[in-house]
């Protein structure tokens, strides 16, 4: 059982990263479109048409992927005022945080995928790309909301970065 488990615990290591990767080559994509986008705007009084529309899509891909990472690192839902309460009681608002969690990655996936569904007749204005590429990232973003939740529910501890909580809580003393 213990395979098994480090096996799934390695699967999402492993897509995490790649989430991961994936919103930072979102990240430099945006900044270095925006940054070129100025530039030739400013000094050569020309704009690539495009520029805006890419970089809205590149946005909103990271907005939606930052969410799920969001919640796989227990950012969200969040509050210290209740840190202090029978530790029994912490783990049951826990786990209706992550049932409320579940929930919203359902809504995602099951409206998204219909908004989705809605806009795949139409393209966007200057690249002529389908719309669809605009909403998809709702429903995946709902699935990997629902994968972390009910992991979460399960017992694992996904964050990958609780050091940086346990410095902050060190550095407020």
Excluded at 78 to 87: S, Y
Aim: include cysteine.
């Amino acid at each position: 059982m213990g395979e098994k488990k480090e096996g799934l615990k390695r699967l999402f290591l492993t897509l995490d990263k790649i989430i991961e990767g994936f919103c930072i080559t979102l990240l430099v994509a945006m900044i270095a479109i925006v940054f070129t986008a100025v530039i030739t705007r400013k000094i050569f009084h020309f704009m690539f048409a495009w520029s805006e529309e890419v970089t809205l899509l590149c946005l909103t891909w990271f907005t939606f992927m930052g969410i799920a990472i969001g919640f796989r690192e227990r950012l969200h839902l969040g509050m210290d005022l209740f840190e202090h309460l029978n530790p029994k009681v912490l783990k049951i608002s826990n786990y209706i945080v992550d049932a409320v969690t579940f929930v919203f990655g359902l809504y995602l996936i099951i409206y998204g995928w219909d908004f989705t569904m809605m806009m795949r007749g139409s393209v966007l204005a200057a690249t002529q790309l389908p719309n669809v590429v605009q909403y998809i990232v709702m429903p995946i973003t709902g699935v990997l909301t629902c994968i972390y939740s009910a992991l979460q529910i399960l017992g694992y501890d996904l964050r990958r970065y609780n050091v940086i909580e346990e410095e902050i809580k060190h550095d407020a003393k």
